[in-house]
Nanobody, 127 residues
Framework: QVQLVESGGGLVQAGGSLRLSCAAS????????MGWFRQAPRKEREFVAS????????LYRDSVKGRFTISRNGVKKMMDLQMNTLTPEDTALYCC????????????????????WGQGTQVTVSS
């Protein structure tokens, strides 16, 4: 089992920044992918970004490119999401997740391909 715990959410004004963190514990892993997803009220869960745990390659949804940066620290088993120039449309519950390396790369944005999830941290951006 892999346990994931998010932190760093909060209330921020539009144009501001937040840094989310995801701490992994339990069964250790040296490969696979970790990602951030978000879900706003009455909306479907959507992919935000992912990172290759061993190689560091990243993937972003178009609406956050240039504003969000995903990173990881393999030694500390931590993953971060630096979010800049936030807008009210970024308001959501943000969850981190892990998927093994065996899944097809084409399914990276599909939340059903992730096996382990954190409880989430709320991000609220006021206008």
């Amino acid at each position: 089992q892999v346990q994931l715990v998010e932190s760093g959410g909060g209330l921020v004004q539009a144009g501001g920044s937040l840094r989310l963190s995801c701490a992994a514990s339990g069964r250790t892993f040296s490969s696979g992918f970790m990602g951030w997803f978000r879900q706003a009220p009455r909306k479907e869960r959507e992919f935000v970004a992912s990172i290759n745990w061993s190689g560091g390659g990243t993937l972003y949804r178009d609406s956050v490119k240039g504003r969000f940066t995903i990173s990881r620290n393999g030694v500390k088993k931590m993953m971060d999401l630096q979010m800049n120039t936030l807008t009210p449309e970024d308001t959501a519950l943000y969850c981190c997740a892990y998927r093994p390396p065996s899944r097809p790369m084409a399914t990276m944005r599909d939340f059903t391909t992730y096996d382990y999830w954190g409880q989430g941290t709320q991000v609220t951006v006021s206008s």
